[in-house]
């Protein structure tokens, strides 16, 4: 069992800057692959971002303004936002790829991000 714990969230106007935090329980947590994710209201949820071993995945909306990264010894994934706007505004989600199967097995409560024009 894996559980996941997000913080950081909050209220920016656009063009500011949040960090997303998301701790992580599990002795392997480095054999994770991890994946922050979105859900806007009135939306499915959708990828943001992901960190396969050395490699990061984005969508396309958040490349150059997102960035994931992880401590190991921390056992912790961040998400650094940058240049916000207001369609980034949804609840954030990390979710852990324990089996590195490309399936997310184990999801955050969510983290809140607002963004106000």
């Known amino acids: 069992q894996v559980q996941l714990v997000e913080s950081g969230g909050g209220l920016v106007q656009a063009g500011g800057s949040l960090r997303l935090s998301c701790a992580a329980s599990g002795r392997t947590f480095s054999m994770y692959a991890m994946g922050w994710f979105r859900q806007a209201p009135g939306k499915e949820r959708e990828f943001v971002a992901g960190i396969r071993w050395s490699s990061t995945y984005y969508v396309d909306a958040v490349k150059g303004r997102f960035t994931i990264s992880r401590d190991n010894a921390k056992n912790t994934v961040y998400l650094q936002m940058n240049s916000l706007k207001p369609e980034d505004t949804a609840v954030y989600y990390c979710?852990?790829?324990?089996?590195?199967?490309?399936?997310?097995?184990?999801w955050g409560q969510g983290t809140q991000v607002t963004v106000s024009s």
């Open positions: 979710s852990a790829d324990v089996d590195s199967d490309y399936v997310y097995d184990y």
